[in-house]
């Protein structure tokens, strides 16, 4: 495989698109958002070369941010990065319980620092800094909060149009930072899910790209730069346990695809974590699925919940979370909103930390698969809080 440009003008090795479902490449110098076959339509993954040779001591003098892993990361000239300093949030173990903890090194990977407050900030720098790399001038999302804000930001930034579909449950909080970044918002009455659909209807006609999640190729190339991270944060021992909270998913699949590129790459041997959806009671038709057996999620949508970004009925990419979990010998379960407010209260006064419900939720179900066993003694535990509390302090009870 050859890289797009050659090294005068960019580091990455970058070599194309590709389907997961029915290996189909495409052009990655184009625009693109998913697999263009009537019957796959799959998200497209960005390939790269790792027959390159790269050592992890290119590392040491770069800043700490997510560009550091340049290489890997799919922007051809780095002119469009748009970067606002997000990535290498840090790795905190848990203090203070003692007895949730023992035998074990459990962290939480605490995105809660990134810009606009979420991990949304790295899918959304790349998938803006891409965009505008490829001509787009307008960008559109549906969003549950985090991604709405954060591509409010990263477009204003990057002097790019930004229209964002929100339901009209969402924190108020949430809505006033689109506003305040010059975004153009619409309030809906439903779910995500509806949100996108509207905006798929009219993006033709409105001359928008829209970057619904999974739907384009280069938000999960910034959200899997977490795993990157996480491996480096830990000497380049991989943990035996990473929970995420599954929604649309993008985090879950795209530290997993870090974990194999860094193998390609030799920065890490076979190990690979097993990994751990964790959804509302209220959206848990990945859990189902799991539970079952199925290659594929159904539709399911129980109504609010407090953690706004679990609010997702049915992931684009539900068969490649499904095969991650598999793949990983990894699990899936849920949590309801007061088992998330019970665990936000007690996070916030043994931690210091005012994680978002949904980061929240990631303790209550490491202590279900504690006491259940299925987390081992002397086993690694990382959980990533994907953002901060402090948007959501409506939604819980004080």
């Keep these: ?182 975004a153009e918002l619409v309030e809906i009455d439903g779910n995500i899910s509806d949100c996108g659909k509207l905006i798929h209807e009219l993006a033709a006609e409105k001359g928008w790209f829209p970057i619904s999640t999974l739907r384009e190729p280069y938000r999960v190339e910034g959200k899997k730069t977490m795993g990157y991270e996480i491996a480096e944060q830990l000497n380049w021992q991989v943990p035996d346990v990473i929970f995420y909270p599954t929604g649309g998913g993008t985090g879950l699949i795209g530290i997993w695809k870090a974990f194999n590129e860094m193998a390609a790459l030799g920065w890490i041997g076979d190990k690979r974590p097993r990994m751990v959806a964790v959804q509302s009671e209220s959206c848990d038709g990945l859990v189902k699925a799991f539970t079952r057996g199925d290659v594929s999620a159904t539709f399911t949508d129980g109504g609010f919940t407090i953690a706004n970004g679990l609010r997702v009925p049915k992931s684009y990419a539900d068969k490649e979370i499904l095969r991650v979990l598999k793949d990983s010998c990894g699990t899936a379960l849920t949590v309801s909103d007061a088992e998330m407010e019970t665990s936000v209260k007690e996070l916030a006064r043994t931690q210091g930390i005012l994680m978002a419900p949904e980061g929240a939720a990631l303790w209550q179900a490491y202590k279900k698969l504690k006491a259940d066993n299925w987390i081992k003694p002397g086993e690694t535990v990382v959980m990533v809080n994907t953002g901060s509390g402090y948007k959501y302090l409506e939604n819980i009870g004080i």
């Design 1 to 182: 495989m050859e890289s797009l440009l050659t090294q005068e003008r960019t580091d990455t090795f970058l070599t194309d698109l590709q389907c997961p479902q029915c290996g189909a490449t495409y052009n990655a110098a184009q625009l693109n958002t998913v697999c263009k076959k009537q019957d796959c339509q799959s998200t497209l993954f960005a390939r790269y070369d790792t027959s390159i040779s790269l050592s992890k001591d290119v590392l040491k003098d770069r800043p700490a941010n997510m560009w550091r892993y340049r290489e890997m990361l799919p922007v051809i000239d780095p002119k469009f990065v748009a970067s606002m300093g997000e990535g290498f949030t840090p790795l905190l173990p848990v203090v203070n319980l003692p007895e949730d903890t023992k035998s074990n090194q459990v962290f939480f990977k605490n995105e809660a620092g990134n810009p606009t407050g979420s991990f949304k900030a790295r899918g959304i720098s790349m998938a803006v800094s891409k965009a505008k790399e490829l001509g787009v001038k307008t960008i559109a999302i549906p969003t549950a909060g985090n991604a709405g804000g954060a591509l409010s930001a990263y477009a204003a930034h990057a002097g790019m149009g930004a229209v964002v579909y929100m339901p009209k449950q969402t924190p108020q909080l949430f809505k006033d930072e689109c506003r305040l970044y010059g």
